[in-house]
């Protein structure tokens, strides 16, 4: 099935490890065959893993778009969602990273990351607590 991109005016995006950039109007883009795409929104830099739940984001989105050419994502992400499944008591939460690591371990990376996103809301509450305020 085609992906169908569309792009503002300047927005960059990675296909297959090259970073693009959209001219000056905005375009779609089909893409026709199967692609490693992920659009600017959904690009971390390394210095914005700074959670543990971020940590696990991008250690996924590096092994989408390296493929399987490296263990070294793979081992982070293993060792991130260990020790953030060790932290979380939540039942919903521990069954949404075992759905996750599923997705890992099947290659369905960008799967993964969208539902990497949701645990972002539950640690955001969690480290936002502020047991005073009760």
Do not use: W
């Not at 905005?26 to 543990?52: H, W, Y």
């Amino acid at each position: 099935m085609p992906l169908k991109l569309s792009l503002k005016p300047g927005e960059k995006f990675v296909l297959n490890g090259a970073v693009l950039t959209n001219g000056d109007k905005r375009t779609s883009l089909v893409i026709q065959n199967k692609a490693c795409v992920l659009r600017e929104k959904d690009i971390m830099q390394p210095e914005g893993a700074n959670t543990p739940a971020r940590r696990i984001y991008l250690a996924i989105m590096m092994m989408y778009l390296d493929g399987e050419a490296s263990e070294e994502p793979y081992n982070e992400f293993a060792l991130r969602m260990t020790e953030f499944m060790g932290a979380v008591r939540n039942h919903q939460v521990l069954t949404a990273c075992v759905d996750i690591s599923r997705d890992v371990a099947k290659g369905s990376y960008y799967k993964a990351l969208i539902a990497c996103r949701k645990l972002f809301d539950f640690e955001q509450e969690r480290l936002s607590y502020d047991p005073s305020s009760v």
